[in-house]
């Protein structure tokens, strides 16, 4: 069974900081993983995924992410991060081929201070 | 237009009341999914849909039932509430025609209440 573990549950950071937000997975299999953001009172939108290639990953709104197979982890990063960027984090995983439900992790509230 | 709406946005209702959500998508989707979001614990898949004629049960599907009465049109159903269901609700759609499978677009959220 895969899981996806999200180290923090709470990240306050000052504006223009740059941000890490941590996600380690486990699974047996290849996997595939995403970042999804949730805006205060929105569903959730998907910041960027990793299927293959490139482990390094960018997204929207200036983040990235790096696919560390070795760490098995999928860390969220941005160099510079904004008010705007105050939102909950989520980790996601699924594998290619099988069901292709998506586990997600507990989630990170970002929040970024003037 | 969103592209996946829920209704009712907001509920409140007592225990024991039969309760439904509904979803429906214009993204022309074939997968759609039910998950709940608590405080603290992420989100976790309630039942999900490949199509209308395949319908799965999820992480936590004790408790409720769902319909698929048309492709773009998915609900949940919660038989006699309580208050452990009390709780956000998101309707998700993923298209697996594309072979870039499992980016998931989320539905604004019902926010149920249960007393």
């Known amino acids: 069974a895969q899981s996806v573990t999200q180290l923090d549950s709470q990240v306050p950071v000052f504006e223009e900081a740059p941000v890490e937000l941590r996600c380690n997975y486990s699974?047996?299999?290849?996997?595939?993983l995403f970042w999804y953001v949730q805006y205060p009172n929105q569903g959730l939108q998907l910041l960027l995924k990793?299927?293959?290639?490139?482990?390094l990953v960018k997204g929207i709104n200036g983040f990235e992410a790096e696919f560390n197979k070795s760490q098995t982890s999928f860390h969220l990063r941005k160099p510079s991060v904004h008010i705007s960027d105050t939102a909950e984090y989520f980790c996601?995983?699924?594998?290619?081929?099988?069901?292709?439900?998506?586990?997600f992790g507990k989630g990170t509230k970002l929040t970024v201070n003037p | 237009d969103a592209d996946v709406t829920q209704t009712p946005r907001n509920r409140i209702t007592k225990t024991g009341k039969r309760i439904m959500l509904e979803c429906s998508q214009t993204?022309?989707?074939?997968?759609m999914y039910w998950y709940r979001q608590d405080p603290g614990l992420g989100l976790r898949l309630i039942y999900y849909?490949?199509?209308?004629?395949?319908?799965n049960k999820g992480e936590i599907s004790d408790g409720y039932s769902v319909s698929r009465q048309a492709q773009a049109k998915f609900s949940l159903s919660l038989e006699s509430a309580i208050p452990n269901q009390t709780a956000l609700y998101f309707c998700?759609?993923?298209?697996?025609?594309?072979?870039?499978?499992?980016?998931?677009?989320f539905g604004p959220g019902t926010r149920l209440t249960v007393l």
């Open positions: 996601a995983v699924s594998s290619p081929g099988g069901s292709e439900k998506l586990v």
């Open positions: 990793y299927l293959s290639g490139s482990t």
């Open positions: 849909s490949f199509d209308v004629k395949d319908i």
């Open positions: 993204k022309g989707h074939d997968r």
């Open positions: 998700a759609t993923s298209d697996a025609g594309t072979g870039v499978t499992d980016t998931q677009y």
């Open positions: 699974s047996s299999v290849s996997v595939y």
